[in-house]
């Protein structure tokens, strides 16, 4: 964190304007150089391989990158010490890998008989939650089916006092290969053995209590802790809540997307809101107190005489957190719109005549109007003149 950050279409050595295909491109080509597999235990290179990868995924995805457009890392920043483990992306890298490293790894990359440990899939989740538990973050329960090493058999799948025998097919490699004659001479096709499906083990005496799966499925309830500023489509990742791995791999995680359900009056753009506020032709007019709803709470602002409609006001740091600091707050606009009354009494009515007559604000009296007793001082239209003649 105290190194500085590098600007991330000078990591993928595009332009802003790099399209999809350029962005792929561009990463391939760095990934293919600076990945783990190819530079073992060279550390300069993992790093410029997960400078690459962040780069890409943010820039890959159109609304990340409008973010980072816009803000910079600031957009993203400060994941380690958020809450929770909150990823800021919401970035999977296991589909980043799957999309890219399919063809440069001839694909499998992460099933079949690799035989060596492999992280287990991440698994997703979708929780929804309010404009305000957006706004200042919540926990949540979320209930979900988690396979867990079956104990009765350790998670061989075999039943207890029985092992697993080596597949026969295949000799315990999960492949057989296939020789046939073609036009072009021999071919060999590699295939996932049909008797194993892969695994190399043939269970002959299921485990009764996971039926030879090796797993037991059960509900769980996972507490989520969804920090302040979260916005809708965004996710937290929780570590090790995802599908278990094989051979000794970690679990893969849980990425929970949050839903925000919309409110009735505030409207976000990122860390501000939006929202319109009505003021009655009186406070417009007069200027005076008016209580606004904000995520807050009721504040009462100060409305100016002579506010017209659709004046548009700043309420200072009552919008969203910042996800990376809380204590940071976007502003609130609000749309002030002055009501015109209806329903009035007969006396209110009166009253207005009264203001009418008496202020002059009659744009074109009508002759013979009832209000019409007094000439009236108006500016314009040469009808000063008149009124002085
Ligand atoms: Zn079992
Ligand atoms: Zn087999």
């Known amino acids: 964190m105290a190194d500085q950050k590098r600007d991330y279409y000078e990591v993928l050595g595009v332009d802003k304007n790099a399209d999809d295909a350029a962005l792929k491109k561009a990463y391939r080509a760095l990934a293919k150089q600076y990945h783990p597999d190819m530079n073992p235990g060279d550390a300069e290179a993992e790093k410029k391989f997960k400078e690459a990868s962040e780069a890409y995924a943010v820039l890959s995805d159109p609304e990340k990158k409008q973010k980072y457009d816009q803000f910079g890392h600031a957009a993203f920043d400060g994941g380690a010490g958020g809450a929770g483990g909150f990823d800021f992306s919401g970035m999977d890298m296991g589909d980043i890998f799957g999309d890219i490293f399919g063809d440069i790894f001839g694909g499998g990359r992460r099933r079949g008989p690799s035989n060596g440990p492999v992280r287990g899939a991440s698994l997703r989740a979708v929780?929804?939650?309010?404009?305000?538990?957006?706004?200042?973050?919540?926990?949540?329960?979320?209930?979900?089916?988690?396979?867990?090493?079956?104990?009765?058999?350790?998670?061989?799948?075999?039943?207890?006092?029985?092992?697993?025998?080596?597949?026969?097919?295949?000799?315990?490699?999960?492949?057989?290969?296939?020789?046939?004659?073609?036009?072009?001479?021999?071919?060999?096709?590699?295939?996932?053995?049909?008797?194993?499906?892969?695994?190399g083990k043939m269970i002959k005496d299921k485990c009764p209590d996971c039926r030879g799966t090796g797993y037991i499925s059960n509900r769980k309830t996972i507490k989520v802790a969804i920090p302040a500023g979260i916005d809708n489509g965004q996710s937290v990742r929780i570590r090790d809540k995802g599908e278990p791995g094989t051979n000794g791999g970690p679990r893969g995680d849980l990425l929970v997307e949050v839903s925000v359900t919309r409110h009735p009056i505030f409207q976000r753009q990122d860390m501000n809101v939006f929202s319109s506020a009505p003021i009655s032709f009186a406070q417009a007019t007069l200027g005076g107190e008016v209580r606004i709803n904000t995520i807050d709470g009721d504040v009462v602002y100060e409305v100016k005489p002579g506010t017209q409609t659709d004046t548009k006001i700043r309420l200072k740091s009552k919008g969203i957190p910042s996800l990376r600091n809380k204590s940071i707050r976007g502003d609130h606009y609000v749309t002030l719109v002055v009501q015109v009354p209806t329903g009035l009494s007969g006396e209110a009515k009166e009253a207005l005549r009264q203001f009418d007559a008496v202020s002059g604000a009659t744009l074109t009296p009508v002759s013979g109007g009832k209000t019409e007793e007094k000439p009236t001082k108006r500016k314009g239209f040469g009808r000063k003149n008149k009124d002085e003649s």
């Not at 929780?127 to 957006?134: D, P, Q």
């Open 127 to 199: 929780v929804r939650i309010s404009f305000e538990e957006a706004a200042f973050g919540v926990e949540k329960e979320i209930e979900i089916t988690l396979k867990d090493d079956c104990a009765t058999c350790h998670s061989t799948g075999a039943k207890p006092g029985t092992t697993p025998e080596t597949c026969s097919k295949c000799g315990g490699k999960g492949k057989v290969v296939y020789t046939q004659q073609s036009l072009f001479g021999m071919m060999q096709n590699v295939q996932t053995c049909p008797d194993c499906h892969g695994s």
